[in-house]
């Protein structure tokens, strides 16, 4: 039972370089989340996608792109990579059912330099 | 907009002792509210969830959470601590209007031998 993973796990890059971080999950859930994990910030929403080719904006949408041509993936892109863009990125789904559990991956950890 | 709060940003208690977790909610209406634990370089996982019924909601581990909702509390509770309890902790609320969940900003857990 593979769940939800994420990768790569760790990523060092440089400001101005394209990234792309990906996500798959096996238990077929309609909807993916992209969180990122500042210390003093918690977990802010950058998107959401409640099913396949429908996607939505959360919190902090600047500088990221998303795509979700498959149930089961949902890749996050930093289009011109910046330092503020350091942080840990956490992937999570959930089922359509609002009662559910929503299920996080493993973060990918991400250097901006 | 929805809002969750968590007052205590960083708890340091010895072993054995009592914990409680501060959390409140925003919001009026149904609410479905959530503990989610983030162990030292883990990702986060379900601690305990709330969605109807017994406002006193039992989790793993030992962990337990009250739902007040004359105070808009959800907190969490431990009656004896271990070490391995050391991680974060975030509260969530389940937000029906939008279909997302919105985290606290976590309290972080110290467990002194």
């Known amino acids: 039972d593979a769940g939800i993973t994420q990768s790569p796990r760790y990523k060092i890059t440089e400001t101005g370089r394209q990234v792309t971080l990906m996500c798959h999950q096996t238990?077929?859930?309609?909807?993916m989340f992209w969180y990122r994990q500042d210390l003093g910030h918690g977990l802010r929403l950058i998107y959401y996608?409640?099913?396949?080719?429908?996607?939505d904006k959360g919190e902090v949408p600047d500088g990221y792109v998303v795509s979700r041509s498959k149930t089961e993936n949902f890749p996050l892109t930093l289009e011109s990579a910046t330092r503020s863009q350091t942080s840990v990125y956490f992937c999570?789904?959930?089922?359509?059912?609002?009662?559910?559990?929503?299920?996080f991956g493993p973060g990918t950890r991400l250097t901006v330099l | 907009a929805q809002s969750v709060s968590q007052h205590n940003h960083h708890v340091i208690l010895s072993e054995a002792a009592s914990l409680e977790l501060g959390c409140n909610y925003s919001?009026?209406?149904?609410?479905?509210l959530f503990w989610y634990v983030q162990y030292p370089g883990q990702h986060l996982q379900l601690l305990l969830k709330?969605?109807?019924?017994?406002?006193l909601v039992k989790g793993i581990k030992g962990f337990e959470a009250e739902f007040i909702k004359s105070k808009f509390s959800f907190n969490l509770r431990k009656p004896s601590v271990q070490w391995s309890d050391t991680a974060e902790y975030f509260c969530?609320?389940?937000?029906?209007?939008?279909?997302?969940?919105?985290f606290g900003t976590g309290t972080r857990l110290t467990i002194i031998p």
């Open positions: 996608s409640a099913a396949a080719d429908i996607t």
């Open positions: 919001y009026g209406g149904t609410v479905n």
């Open positions: 969530a609320a389940f937000n029906f209007g939008n279909e997302k969940l919105t």
């Open positions: 999570a789904s959930r089922s359509g059912t609002s009662t559910d559990t929503q299920y």
């Open positions: 238990w077929s859930h309609s909807y």
């Open positions: 709330y969605f109807s019924g017994d406002p």
